[in-house]
């Protein structure tokens, strides 16, 4: 059993062009939220309040009317007709935010699939392509902080595996196919985000 396999709730494979379902996304994101108390709990609590805030903004919005917004694009392309799709509040705003956020843990993974042994290293290299030119001095200097805080990588192995009898290679095997469909997710969302030309290089 690992972190991976145990998860109640996957990310499904998303096709290009097709719509991602609204429900079943906002639960698999929130099977990822443990994933950074792995990193380090009290360095990245502010990264794992920002998740689930932006989840609870786009599950609040799904509830109000689950047939209206049964995919992402359809919250998405509701807020683009009414206008309200640039609110700092609004959940075209949330999910760009959310996205980043995959984005970050997805080419994370990538790195420690690859054999890097310093999850620093890992870690700076997953921030520097994903979240740090969206981010101010601010917000970058405390991303900096929890990234120098993340744990040695036998000691994050050990953490994922939930039991010590589980092989390397099956937690590795259960990290690839976690992040297969993590990634094909976010491409989706990127794809669609520049159809709609809804990419932001705002900075917070």
Not at 118 to 124: G, I, Q, T, Y
Request: charged share 25%; with cysteine.
């Amino acid at each position: 059993m690992t972190l991976f396999s145990e998860a109640k709730y996957k990310f499904s494979l998303a096709v290009e062009g097709e719509d991602i379902p609204t429900e079943p996304f906002l639960l698999a994101c929130t099977e990822i939220v443990p994933f950074f108390d792995v990193l380090g709990p009290t360095a990245f609590k502010p990264v794992k309040s920002d998740i689930n805030g932006n989840i609870q903004r786009l599950q609040t919005k799904y509830e109000t009317a689950p047939d209206k917004f049964p995919s992402l694009q359809s919250i998405v392309n509701s807020e683009i007709a009414e206008g309200s799709n640039r609110g700092s509040k609004s959940c075209t705003l949330g999910l760009l935010w959310l996205k980043r956020a995959l984005e970050f843990i997805s080419l994370f993974l990538e790195a420690v699939l690859s054999g890097e042994e310093d999850l620093v290293k890992c870690a700076n290299k997953a921030y520097d392509e994903s979240l740090r030119r969206y981010h101010g001095w601010l917000v970058s200097g405390v991303f900096n902080l929890a990234v120098r805080a993340v744990p040695y990588r036998k000691d994050f192995i050990a953490a994922l595996k939930k039991d010590p009898s589980v092989p390397d290679e099956q937690l590795y095997e259960d990290m690839r196919s976690s992040l297969g469909t993590l990634k094909t997710n976010v491409d989706e969302i990127n794809r669609f985000y520049t159809e709609k030309k809804q990419h932001s290089e705002d900075t917070v």
